[in-house]
């Protein structure tokens, strides 16, 4: 995925930041799909600092497209369904800097799923400007990893193997343990 991606940006140049914003927002709708093979693609082709700023751009513009389309499409009827998961239904009563807080939090939290923190606070309470603000603030700390782990990736440095060890490490435990 992320070499067809270089290929696109890289054949249509004077586009290139567009069709990099247009899908980071199709990925942050589906909320499902992981992002970081587009910030690899980002800094392949735009290098690392300005691939970074165009992968945070394409990240908060769709987390506002996704909160609005959720909000839109969906508040009326999900609200009462994520219940049974504890740090969803709080996000869903909460507001003001309490929400601001929490939705900060749970950006800086590379475990908690990105789409799953959107979808909560859109069928929530919520407002538009606060998830912005959160949302955008709690996102840095993390591009900033993810992007640097990525390079040192894609650029098969020591770090990088290390990176990638552990990794793997931790999938086989994750696996290991789920099907014992």
Same mark, same amino acid.
């Given at each position: 995925?992320?070499?067809?991606?270089?290929?696109?940006?890289?054949? /249509?140049?004077?586009?290139?930041?567009? &069709?990099?914003?247009? %899908?980071?927002?199709?990925?942050?709708?589906?909320?499902?799909? @992981?992002?970081?093979?587009? $910030?690899?693609?980002?800094?392949?082709?735009?290098?690392?600092?300005?691939? $970074?700023?165009?992968?945070? =751009? *394409?990240?908060?513009?769709?987390? &506002?497209?996704?909160?609005?389309?959720?909000?839109?499409?969906?508040?009326?009827?999900?609200?009462?369904?994520?219940?049974? /998961? @504890?740090?969803?239904?709080? =996000?869903?009563?909460?507001?003001?800097?309490?929400?601001?807080?929490? &939705?900060?939090?749970?950006?800086?939290?590379?475990?908690? @799923?990105?789409?799953?923190?959107?979808?909560?606070?859109?069928?929530?309470?919520?407002?538009?400007?606060?998830?912005?603000?959160?949302?955008?603030? *709690?996102?840095? @700390?993390?591009? =900033?990893?993810?992007?640097?782990?990525?390079?040192?990736? $894609?650029?098969?440095?020591?770090?990088?193997?290390?990176? =990638?060890?552990?990794?793997? %490490?931790?999938?086989?435990?994750?696996?290991?343990?789920?099907?014992?």
């Amino acid at each position: 995925m992320q070499d067809w991606l270089v290929e696109v940006l890289v054949s /249509y140049k004077e586009f290139a930041v567009v &069709i990099s914003l247009l %899908i980071n927002i199709l990925i942050s709708i589906f909320g499902v799909i @992981p992002s970081v093979f587009i $910030t690899a693609g980002n800094l392949l082709v735009f290098g690392f600092w300005k691939g $970074t700023l165009i992968s945070f =751009l *394409g990240e908060t513009i769709g987390a &506002i497209v996704s909160f609005w389309l959720y909000r839109k499409g969906f508040k009326r009827h999900v609200g009462k369904k994520l219940d049974k /998961y @504890p740090f969803v239904s709080k =996000l869903l009563g909460t507001k003001g800097k309490d929400a601001f807080f929490l &939705i900060l939090s749970l950006r800086l939290l590379p475990f908690v @799923p990105s789409g799953l923190v959107t979808f909560a606070s859109a069928v929530g309470e919520v407002s538009l400007l606060i998830f912005v603000f959160a949302s955008s603030i *709690g996102k840095i @700390p993390a591009l =900033l990893i993810e992007a640097y782990s990525v390079n040192q990736v $894609t650029n098969w440095t020591t770090e990088g193997k290390l990176i =990638l060890a552990a990794l793997a %490490i931790v999938g086989l435990f994750y696996f290991m343990k789920k099907y014992k």
